[in-house]
């Protein structure tokens, strides 16, 4: 009987123990969860908590959906079609088909199945444009179709051939590094002289979340936390607080040029770091950038940026708001500075009359073809241009040739 009683008295002793350690670390660490990133970095949702309004204003921008899982049949519904066919040629198509456990893109030779492959992640929010990746093993493979919003269909995806299906493209882990905010990667010998990466599936922190541009929050929370009555901001590198370099350099890291040659891994940039501690700045630099992926670039040729004193990305553009890519909107920017008495207002004014308050971006910030990127619709032999507009803000004869001759034909028409 005293037997009985010790064990039972030890067994409960043990419990008890466990569950004080357990409430005990619960406490230290408030609640909070801790992150992949290691312990500087805090708890992703205690940003919701003070920041609330900005918080679920930045869910929805194309920033925090930069990527994500394909969960069932999460897509967008625009590119969500059931039984889509997109036709190579005669003999070849590949089928968008959603079944029970996801949807599939199955590539069709004469009439039979020869590759099919789940969609697994998006990279891209869907407003320009979305590319596909599947996972195999621990490696990640781009899909032959993406999904191109200027057409509202799909087609080959960029830089893929036009006469055959391929599904072997590996997305490497600097993809990630501009449509994510975290992934852990190693390196597995393939060859007797190859490698490749592997990523750990669970490690993945999908699209730009707030610690990846304001950097690690842990002791910033921990002490705002601790000290509610302190309004300034403690522990955390503010925007505010940077020169107008650094300011660019926060977008810079990923829209300053996709031809950079990266020297260490962009998921450990900080507000104030140097970028060329993390790309080779005499490497791959082209006369003329390309529009896709070097905005920061294309804007630090400006005469406006160079004889601005605080023109920045955000000047422009905020990134907390969902944006609506409204001309007017966005040639209201260009307005606020640009003005009679200051004498520095657009030339073209007298013949655009009350036009000019929305055609300032199509003269000075025209939508151009890029030379990287381009799509083949379904049944096409020719590809057709990947548009967007470019950040160096210029005069463009033929440009404004077009916008005047557009507007004297409507006038006409009244």
């Not at 040629?89 to 492959?117: C, M, P």
């Not at 032959?144 to 509202?152: A, C, G, K, R």
């Not at 400006?302 to 007017?328: A, F, G, M, R, W």
Request: some cysteine; overall charge positive; charged content about 20%.
């Amino acid at each position: 009987m005293k037997g009985s009683t010790r064990l039972f008295i030890v067994i409960i002793s043990g419990i008890l123990f466990t569950l004080a350690a357990f409430l005990s670390q619960c406490a230290s660490d408030n609640g909070q969860k801790p992150d992949l990133r290691g312990e500087a970095y805090a708890d992703e949702t205690t940003c919701a908590s003070c920041h609330k309004n900005i918080s679920n204003s930045y869910i929805h921008t194309a920033h925090f959906k930069t990527s994500g899982p394909i969960t069932g049949n999460n897509l967008p519904a625009k590119s969500r079609a059931r039984n889509h066919s997109f036709i190579y040629n005669n003999d070849l198509k590949i089928i968008i088909e959603t079944r029970k456990d996801g949807i599939y893109q199955t590539a069709w030779f004469k009439g039979k199945e020869v590759r099919s492959q789940k969609m697994d992640i998006a990279f891209g929010a869907n407003e320009k444009a979305q590319t596909y990746g599947y996972w195999k093993g621990n490696r990640v493979y781009e899909l032959p179709l993406s999904f191109f919003d200027t057409i509202n269909d799909w087609g080959i995806s960029p830089g893929f051939p036009s006469n055959v299906v391929y599904y072997d493209r590996a997305i490497v882990s600097h993809c990630f590094e501009c449509h994510g905010s975290y992934l852990k990667k190693s390196f597995v010998q393939t060859g007797p002289l190859s490698v490749a990466e592997e990523f750990s599936k669970h490690s993945i922190i999908y699209g730009i979340d707030c610690q990846r541009c304001h950097g690690p929050a842990a002791n910033h929370v921990q002490f705002h936390l601790e000290n509610p009555t302190v309004k300034t901001a403690r522990y955390i590198t503010t925007y505010n607080s940077l020169n107008k370099q650094l300011k660019v350099n926060m977008c810079a890291v990923c829209h300053g040029g996709n031809d950079l040659k990266t020297e260490k891994s962009t998921f450990g940039y900080k507000p104030g770091d140097n970028l060329a501690s993390f790309y080779d700045p005499n490497f791959g630099m082209t006369t003329e950038p390309d529009v896709h992926g070097n905005q920061a670039t294309l804007l630090q040729r400006s005469k406006c940026y160079i004889n601005s004193t605080n023109l920045t990305c955000t000047t422009c553009h905020d990134v907390h708001q969902q944006e609506k890519h409204d001309p007017v909107i966005s040639s209201q920017k260009c307005l606020d500075c640009h003005k009679t008495k200051t004498h520095n207002f657009c030339k073209m004014a007298p013949q655009l009359g009350n036009a000019i308050a929305g055609k300032c971006i199509d003269c000075h910030m025209p939508a151009m073809p890029s030379r990287l990127i381009s799509f083949k619709m379904s049944a096409q032999n020719q590809n057709s241009p990947y548009l967007l507009h470019t950040h160096q803000i210029a005069v463009y004869p033929e440009q404004t040739k077009q916008i005047l001759s557009l507007i004297n034909n409507i006038k006409k028409s009244d």
